[in-house]
C-alpha cells in the first residue's frame, strides 16, 4: 500500500494500536538512567549523546558525565578542554561543543531554567526540531510526538507498507496518532518497538504486538520475499579509518592526554597516524586548522614563518 491509498485509521483501530503497543512497553520498555529522571537537563544531556550512537555506548559515559556535571551551571562554567575531556570515547565532538554552548545560552538568557517551549528550546544553539520535542515531553510533559527515525519506520510500516510515504505524510500520520495524555510512554513505545523489533533490516513481526493491524507485516512474511532476502549477500559497511573525521576525532583524543599547554605539531603527528612522516605536517595542520575553526582545538603559530607547520602548538581550547 502506497501513501496515496493509505486512508487514516479508523479510531477502533487507533485505540487498539493505544492498547496493544502501551501494554508491550509496559512489560518491554528499555530501562536507560535518564528515563529515570524528569530533570530536563538530564535529558538534554542524553539527547545529545544520543545523537548517532548507541545507547549501550551512551550509558556508561552518560553516568560519568552527569557526576562530572550534575547541573546546567556547573557545565556551564567548565571550561571547552574540561568538557571535551568528560566527552571522550563518545565521538562527534562537536556534539559536546553545542552542548557546552547550550549550557552558558542557559545561564546567560535563561537564568539557569532550560525553557519547556519547543519553540524557546529551538532558539538555542545545536537544538532542532527533534531534540526540542524530546525535551519538551521527556522533561515537561508536552503532549507532542517525538519523531526520530524508529517512530517515522514503525509508524510507516503500519500505515502504509512497506513503501514509506514521504517524511511529511509520516510525520503527520505520527501526529494523529499520538494518544491523549499519554504521550511520554506513547514515544518511548515506538522507539523501543523501532530498536528492538521493528528493525530497520529483517524486522521480527512474529514478536510484533502490532503484527496483526500492520500493513507491511504481510509483506514482510511473504515467502517470495523471504526467500529473495535469504539470497542477498549484505556488504560490510567500509571502515572510515582513512576519513577526515576519523583522524579529527584521534586529534581531539590524543590532545586530552597532553599538557594544558599543548604538543609540537610534529610530535602530535606520530600519535594520530601510523606511519607518520614530517611530509604529512600540511595534511596535518590543515585537519588542526578545522579543529579550531570548529572550536576543538587551540593553536599557537609561535615561528616567525605562519606557513611553517613545525612552529606550531596544539592544545585543547580553555585549558
Given amino acids: 500500500m502506497n501513501s496515496k491509498t493509505a486512508a487514516p485509521p479508523a479510531s477502533q483501530h487507533t485505540m487498539r494500536v493505544h492498547r496493544l503497543l502501551l501494554e508491550w512497553f509496559a512489560t518491554h520498555k528499555r530501562d536507560m538512567p535518564w528515563r529515570r529522571t524528569r530533570d530536563p537537563f538530564a535529558i538534554l544531556v542524553s539527547e545529545f549523546m544520543l545523537q548517532q550512537t548507541q545507547v549501550a555506548r551512551v ?6 558525565f552527569m557526576t562530572r556535571f550534575p547541573t ?4 556551564a562554567a ?5 568538557v571535551l575531556k568528560a566527552w571522550s570515547g563518545l565521538g562527534y565532538n562537536m556534539r559536546s561543543i553545542r552542548l557546552h554552548r547550550v ?10 531554567t532550560i525553557p519547556s517551549a519547543p519553540d524557546d528550546l529551538r532558539k538555542l544553539p545545536g ?3 527533534y531534540s526540542a520535542a524530546a525535551v519538551a515531553c521527556f522533561a515537561f510533559a508536552a503532549q507532542m510526538p517525538t519523531i526520530d527515525v524508529n517512530v517515522r519506520r514503525v509508524v510507516g510500516r503500519v500505515l502504509f507498507g512497506i513503501e514509506s510515504p514521504s517524511v511529511k505524510e509520516m510525520d503527520q500520520a505520527a501526529t494523529d496518532l499520538l494518544p491523549t495524555g499519554k504521550a511520554r510512554d506513547w514515544n518511548l513505545a515506538l522507539m523501543d518497538l523501532g530498536a528492538t523489533v521493528c528493525t530497520a533490516k529483517r524486522p521480527h513481526c512474529f514478536e510484533c504486538p502490532l503484527r496483526d493491524g500492520c500493513v507491511a507485516a504481510p509483506e514482510f512474511e511473504s515467502p517470495l520475499r523471504q526467500v529473495a532476502e535469504s539470497t542477498v549477500t549484505y556488504k560490510a559497511k567500509q571502515p572510515f579509518r582513512e576519513s577526515n573525521r576519523y583522524y579529527r576525532g584521534r586529534i581531539v583524543e590524543a590532545l586530552r592526554h597532553v599538557p594544558d599547554d599543548g604538543v609540537p605539531l610534529a610530535r602530535l603527528g606520530p600519535t594520530v597516524k601510523d606511519g607518520f612522516k614530517n611530509r604529512d605536517l600540511p595534511w596535518l595542520k590543515k585537519l588542526v586548522d578545522g579543529l579550531a575553526k570548529d572550536g576543538l582545538v587551540f593553536v599557537i603559530e609561535s615561528g616567525n614563518d605562519p606557513a611553517s607547520e613545525g612552529d606550531i602548538t596544539v592544545s585543547l581550547p580553555g585549558g
Avoid at 59 to 64: A, C, D, G, I
Avoid at 78 to 82: F, G, I, K, Q
Avoid at 103 to 112: L, N, R, W
Wanted: glycine fraction near 10%; aromatic fraction near 8%; charged fraction near 20%.
Fill in 59 to 64: 550509558t556508561p559515559k552518560y553516568e560519568v
Fill in 72 to 75: 546546567i551551571e556547573a557545565l
Fill in 78 to 82: 567548565a571550561s571547552v578542554s574540561e
Fill in 103 to 112: 549550557a552558558q545560552e542557559v545561564v546567560k538568557s535563561f537564568g539557569g
Fill in 127 to 129: 537544538i532542532g526540531a
